[in-house]
């Protein structure tokens, strides 16, 4: 549970990237398109973690750079909705001044919150998706169609990882001292509050924190 703020919170974690695979239940249209978003994720999951270089020719490849970018920016927000769903038992970190109630409250109230946002727009999305197959007869590949499609493979697995932890988890508590520090840095600016993630990041074992904590701080202020 990262602080952001004197009273903001986001729920966060970092795991390896997996290698894509088919399930023994991944059949038809669905199966097809867990697997494609599997495959697409794998690979923005990689450039995310190893930074590889651009090596695209054609303006399609340029494109799907972006897009790639696009997703991983976004992985390190939904991938801890994307693995509760696996998931019975868990423990949260949360800042040593919080009580292990006050942590579970917040979290409850985030994974509800997400839940309904993502239930939304996995139905806005799913329409938006299947209105893309439109642009199916048009040369080269359907940029639309991916799009829409990994927003809906997206919110479904985040509301599957939010009902899981809201229904059938077991949480424990881990207090962390590193982490109280993260809501004073939420308070400076510029390269001192950079440099004060990074500390805390680098303590924790967490290389994508300062990036993280940039977007959502910004984007809650």
């Known amino acids: 549970m990262i602080p952001i703020g004197l009273d903001r919170y986001e729920l966060y974690c970092e795991s390896p990237a997996e290698a894509p695979g088919l399930e023994p239940s991944a059949r038809g249209i669905v199966g097809r398109l867990r697997h494609r978003f599997a495959v697409m994720l ?9 930074g590889a270089p651009s090596t695209a020719t054609t303006r399609g490849a340029r494109l799907k750079e972006r897009i790639m970018a696009w997703v991983a920016e976004r992985i390190a927000e939904q991938r801890l909705l994307w693995n509760l769903r696996r998931e019975t038992a868990v423990a949260a970190t949360y800042p040593q001044d919080m009580t292990f109630e006050q942590a579970m409250t917040l979290i409850r109230r985030t994974l509800q919150r997400d839940y309904g946002r993502h239930r939304i727009w996995l139905a806005v999305d799913g329409l938006l998706f299947i209105a893309s197959a439109a642009f199916i007869p048009i040369p080269g590949p359907n940029i639309i169609g991916y799009y829409f499609a990994f927003r809906v493979v997206g919110h ?66």
């Open 42 to 50: 794998h690979e923005a999951e990689e450039r995310r973690v190893g």
């Open 156 to 221: 479904w697995l985040c509301v599957r990882g939010a009902l899981q932890g809201l229904r059938r988890i077991a949480w424990t508590g881990r207090p962390s001292e590193p982490l109280n520090e993260l809501r004073e840095a939420a308070l400076l600016e510029g390269d001192a509050r950079q440099r004060r993630v990074h500390d805390v990041a680098e303590r924790l074992a967490l290389p994508h924190l300062s990036t993280f904590f940039s977007r959502v701080a910004l984007r809650s202020g």
